[in-house]
C-alpha cells in the first residue's frame, strides 16, 4: 500500500461548480496534511495546511480531515478555468518526513 | 526576498558524469528536501535534512548524495551511479525538521542525460 494515495484523474469539472478532491494516507499516527497546487513545468505552490478533524476554509478552498477515516480532502468552490492544475496531497509520515501523493489533475472547462 | 533558489534551471549531464544542484534558502529554515518529479508522477523523496551536518535517505537514495555544511544549503550531487537521472529535481525547506511544518519549493532544476 503506497503511503498516500491520490486518485490521478483527470477530473473534469464546469466552471462554476465545486471540484472535489481525495487523499488516503497509511501512517494513523500522521498529524499534519497539505494540499498544492503544481501548474505544468512549475513547482507545487501551498494551498492549505490542515492539522486537526474538521473543516479549513480559505477563500474559495476548504480542507476536510478525518483521521478515524485516513482522509483527507479539498474542495474548490466556484472552480474556474485557472483552477487547472495537478493537485498534490502530502502528508507527514513516521513523524519525520513529508511524503506526497502523485496528485490530481483537475480541468476546469469553461 | 526570502525564498528558495535553485539552480541552474536546466542543466545537461553527459553519461558517466557527475553533476551537482544547488539549493539555497534564506528563510531560516531548519529541514530542507530533496524530491525528483517525473512525467506525469508525484513527487518522491531523495534526501531530507533536519538540522546543520545531519541527513537521511528517502525513498530513492541510490545514486545520489548530499551535504549540509550550513544551515541554507543543501546541495545535491546525482552520481554516475543513478542510472536513469532526467527528472525535475525539486528542493524545499520548512520550519521545523519533522515534516510537520508547511513546506515551500524552490523553482525547480531540469536534469537531462545527452
Known amino acids: 500500500q503506497k503511503e498516500v494515495e491520490q486518485n490521478s484523474g483527470p477530473l473534469s469539472v464546469p466552471e462554476g461548480a465545486i471540484a472535489s478532491l481525495n487523499c488516503t494516507y497509511s501512517?494513523?499516527?500522521?498529524?499534519?496534511f497539505f494540499w498544492y497546487r503544481q501548474y505544468s513545468g512549475k513547482s507545487p505552490e501551498l494551498i492549505m495546511s490542515?492539522?486537526?478533524?474538521g473543516d479549513k476554509e480559505d477563500g474559495r478552498f476548504t480542507a476536510q480531515l478525518n483521521k478515524a477515516s485516513q482522509y483527507v480532502s479539498l474542495l474548490i468552490r466556484d472552480s474556474q478555468p485557472s483552477d487547472s492544475a495537478t493537485y498534490l496531497c502530502?502528508?507527514?509520515?513516521?513523524?519525520?518526513?513529508?511524503?506526497f501523493g502523485a496528485g490530481t489533475i483537475l480541468r476546469v472547462k469553461s | 526576498d526570502g525564498g528558495i533558489t535553485q539552480s541552474p534551471k536546466y542543466l545537461f549531464r553527459k553519461e558517466g558524469q557527475n553533476v551537482t544542484l544547488s539549493c539555497e534558502q534564506n528563510?531560516?529554515?531548519?529541514?530542507m528536501y530533496w524530491y525528483r518529479q517525473d512525467p506525469g508522477q508525484g513527487l518522491r523523496l531523495i534526501y531530507y535534512?533536519?538540522?546543520?551536518?545531519?541527513?537521511q535517505k528517502g525513498d530513492i537514495a541510490e545514486g545520489y548524495s548530499v551535504s549540509r555544511e550550513k544551515k541554507e544549503s543543501f546541495p545535491l550531487t546525482v552520481t554516475s551511479a543513478q542510472k536513469n537521472p532526467t527528472a525535475f529535481y525539486l528542493c524545499?525547506?520548512?520550519?521545523?525538521?519533522?515534516?510537520?511544518?508547511?513546506?515551500?519549493f524552490g523553482q525547480g532544476t531540469r536534469l537531462t542525460v545527452v
Open positions: 524545499a525547506s520548512s520550519i521545523a525538521g519533522l515534516g510537520d511544518t508547511e513546506a515551500f
Open positions: 501512517d494513523r499516527g500522521s498529524q499534519s
Open positions: 490542515i492539522y486537526s478533524n
Open positions: 502530502a502528508v507527514n509520515i513516521d513523524g519525520n518526513k513529508l511524503v
Open positions: 528563510l531560516n529554515h531548519d529541514a
Open positions: 535534512s533536519q538540522i546543520v551536518n545531519d541527513f
